[in-house]
């Protein structure tokens, strides 16, 4: 999938097998292959055959130039298995020896897979994402060519993009190969003329090499073209950079004197957007400038985060070197703010260090709406300062409040699952920006893989989705029944008494906004089915049309999935057309529960409807953070 996408985006299809391990290969997995051999008119398949991508495996008799190698799913480890079920269309088609092409089934397969893709590349086009991008993976120079080829790709689709570039690691590489140690206090570092000088050198040096390899451009296609000729051979990409960023010396902070290393200041929003509106990436260095005319050192993510707030940006997305995990190590694929803000609480209370850090980062006042301030810790040290390099923990007082034009994350060994970069997530939604994705970026194509595909591959910290949504409590019963009401005079739901409702009252989901509800549904679980019920969905009329229904449905979504649910079912009469636009479709009666059956009022003649759901690995932990 990732192979064809991006093919499709220079519009090179000719080959129609593609030979690639992926990632699952580097990683030296034992994989079992089915060979495909070539007769004189089709590719048929043949024996069964034992790869080792480590080399020691060899796979016997006959095989075609180019093969697509399919990994057997229970062999990968849970993440490359999310990415396995994604079908690839290069080995959806095949041709003939007389050049004429043999359709398979898996072309319905790549059929499927752009169809249930359009509505996200739609979806995206316009908006404007900020990616961020450590020094630890830009490191790999695989793995930079393949982000820079996502994101020409995303560009291509219709998406303005800001690029930030980290090059902590590189500058401290520079620094110990002069004999010198790069040091930190908390997560700024302290830029003195040597580290400047690196710091200098490594930004000019990824920033030539990013827009080199942006200026690529497409390749050109052996398949036929339609249009014009004379774009086969047009130029890479439009790559803007420049003094965007206006920063401030940090100073001297607790008898600690930063040096160069700098603020921000203010980001140049305005200048910014005229580049993305003329077509152009726009890549943003960690080197801001003074109104003195000094070059300062400052953090990318905190540059990052100023960016994603100025612009008002519909996504910030930050790459890692792996993945957020819970405590189970199962991956958390969503938050809300709410929700996020406890798993805040939950690590930052482990220890002082922690505590420590998030106030130093976030503020005083974010540590006691945590009630945090109250903790008792074994020590309660403050402002304490050690190298990076030792691998300890190093905090100071100061913290991003004394600005207030981003969040800076770096310096810091992490012990306490990204709790630095799930605080700056906070900060940045609650600052305007919609979406946070945190993403493994040693992934490949793992941005393609969270925006275009259903359930993302990272973890996603959402400022409006689910905004006001709850479980209903005993006091939501009267407000509860004026919502319903209406739809059950009108015959569009089934009526219910209010014992009925009130006993329950505990599946039920509601939509608050000042104080009033405006919308609900409940949620029935047939858990040894593994399938749940959505019904009494209710939307006030003067709220519909305004996505309240949407986010509704996709809630209990997740709720059901998170309670390992494969699909949910319901049963409707004259709200069909609604459910089938998002992703139901019609079912026989015997599909259903049969303790579900047994109580169906079928003199109301209602249909069937059903939507398949993703079950996600959930600790029972997890499930209570999350619901």
């Not at 192979?3 to 997995?29: K, N, V």
């Not at 072309?107 to 991008?133: C, K, L, M, N």
């Not at 403050?382 to 190093?394: E, M």
């Amino acid at each position: 999938m990732l192979a064809s996408i991006r093919e499709h985006q220079s519009i090179i299809a000719s080959l129609p097998i593609d030979f690639s391990c992926r990632r699952a290969a580097s990683q030296g997995l034992a994989m079992d292959q089915r060979a495909l051999a070539m007769d004189r008119q089709s590719w048929v398949f043949t024996k069964q055959v034992n790869c080792s991508c480590g080399g020691g495996g060899r796979a016997t008799g006959s095989l075609p130039s180019r093969l697509h190698w399919l990994p057997s799913p229970n062999k990968l480890p849970p993440i490359a298995r999310s990415v396995r079920r994604l079908p690839s269309p290069l080995a959806a088609a095949a041709v003939n020896t007389n050049g004429s092409c043999v359709v398979r089934e898996n072309h319905r397969d790549y059929v499927h897979w752009f169809r249930e893709a359009w509505p996200y590349i739609q979806g995206h086009r316009g908006s404007t994402f900020v990616i961020v991008v450590p020094g630890e993976i830009l490191a790999k120079r695989e793995t930079l060519d393949n982000i820079l080829q996502d994101v020409s790709l995303l560009h291509g689709l219709g998406i303005q993009i800001v690029l930030v570039p980290g090059v902590r690691v590189q500058i401290d590489d520079l620094l110990r190969e002069r004999g010198r140690e790069p040091r930190y206090v908390g997560a700024y570092r302290i830029t003195d003329a040597h580290a400047l000088d690196a710091s200098m050198e490594a930004a000019g040096k990824l920033r030539v090499e990013i827009e080199a390899k942006l200026s690529r451009g497409p390749s050109i296609p052996v398949l036929r073209r339609h249009g014009e000729n004379g774009r086969w051979h047009e130029s890479g990409l439009g790559v803007a950079s420049g003094n965007f960023l206006s920063a401030k010396r940090r100073g001297v902070v607790n008898g600690v004197d930063f040096g160069a290393t700098g603020e921000v200041k203010k980001i140049d929003a305005e200048r910014i957007k005229e580049r993305l509106d003329k077509n152009c990436i726009v890549l943003m260095s960690n080197l801001g400038y003074s109104s003195t005319g000094e070059v300062l050192n400052c953090n990318t993510y905190e540059v990052a985060t100023a960016c994603a707030v100025a612009l008002q940006a519909d996504k910030l997305l930050c790459l890692l070197d792996s993945p957020v995990l819970d405590e189970n190590g199962f991956l958390i694929r969503f938050m809300t703010l709410p929700r996020a803000d406890q798993l805040i609480r939950q690590r930052a209370s482990q220890s002082y260090i922690a505590a420590d850090y998030v106030k130093a980062l976030a503020g005083s006042s974010y540590v006691k709406s945590l009630g945090l301030a109250d903790v008792p810790f074994p020590n309660e040290r403050r402002g304490f300062y050690v190298s990076a390099s030792t691998g300890d923990l190093a905090l100071s007082e100061e913290n991003y409040d004394s600005c207030g034009k981003g969040f800076a994350v770096g310096g810091l060994v992490r012990t306490q699952g990204y709790l630095s970069e799930l605080t700056a997530s906070v900060h940045v939604c609650r600052a305007g920006v919609r979406r946070v994705h945190l993403l493994d970026g040693t992934i490949e194509g793992a941005l393609l893989l969270e925006l275009y595909t259903r359930d993302g591959i990272g973890t996603m910290i959402a400022s409006d989705m689910y905004e006001g949504i709850r479980c209903a409590t005993k006091d939501d019963l009267q407000d509860v029944e004026k919502l319903l009401r209406p739809l059950e005079e009108s015959g569009i739901l089934v009526k219910r008494s209010r014992e009925k409702l009130r006993g329950e009252l505990e599946h039920y989901v509601v939509v608050e906004r000042e104080g009033s509800l405006i919308a609900c549904c409940a949620l029935y679980p047939f858990l040894k089915d593994k399938c749940a019920e959505v019904g009494a969905f209710a939307v006030s009329p003067e709220c519909r049309g305004h996505g309240q229904g949407d986010s509704l449905l996709d809630y209990v979504e997740q709720k059901a999935a998170a309670m390992d649910c494969q699909y949910l079912f319901l049963l409707t009469t004259r709200a069909a057309d609604w459910f089938v636009s998002r992703g139901f479709f019609q079912c026989p009666l015997e599909q259903l529960p049969a303790a579900r059956r047994s109580g169906i009022d079928f003199t109301r003649g209602s249909k069937y409807y059903m939507k398949s759901l993703q079950p996600r690995p959930c600790s029972s932990a997890q499930l209570a953070l999350q619901f």
